[in-house]
Nanobody
């Protein structure tokens, strides 16, 4: 499973922006997918998760502002993160991640990260 994140950029505070993550390879074995982010000088944190059944969870810092979704209808199994009411503290490199089962073992795959900068 390979992941390619895209959509990062410079956004004004209060604005909206959408990230995408295209999964290729053995997409049929993907289980849950996630968005993480890492701000300068901070640890990588989990932002949002969507299960294979479409159930979603969010970190306290983004709940009510961000929405994770997933399109399994195409061969790439694309993951999205819609970010609304952006704040300067949302500035970070955003990474997509996918859980999958291979040979009976749970594995994870990471995208390369995409920078989101929120200006005041």
């Amino acid at each position: 499973v390979q992941l390619q994140a895209s959509g990062g950029g410079l956004v004004q505070a209060g604005g909206s922006h959408r990230l995408s993550c295209a999964a290729t390879g053995s997409v049929s074995i993907i289980d849950a997918m996630h968005w993480f982010r890492q701000a300068p000088g901070k640890q990588r944190e989990l932002v949002a998760t969507i299960t294979d059944l479409g159930d979603t969870t969010y970190s306290d810092s983004v709940r009510g502002r961000f929405a994770i979704s997933r399109n399994k209808d195409n061969a790439k199994n694309t993951l999205y993160l819609l970010m609304n009411n952006l704040k300067t503290e949302d500035t970070a490199v955003y990474y997509c991640n996918a859980d999958y089962i291979e040979h009976g073992q749970l594995r994870g795959s990471w995208g390369q990260g995409t920078q989101v900068t929120v200006s005041s």
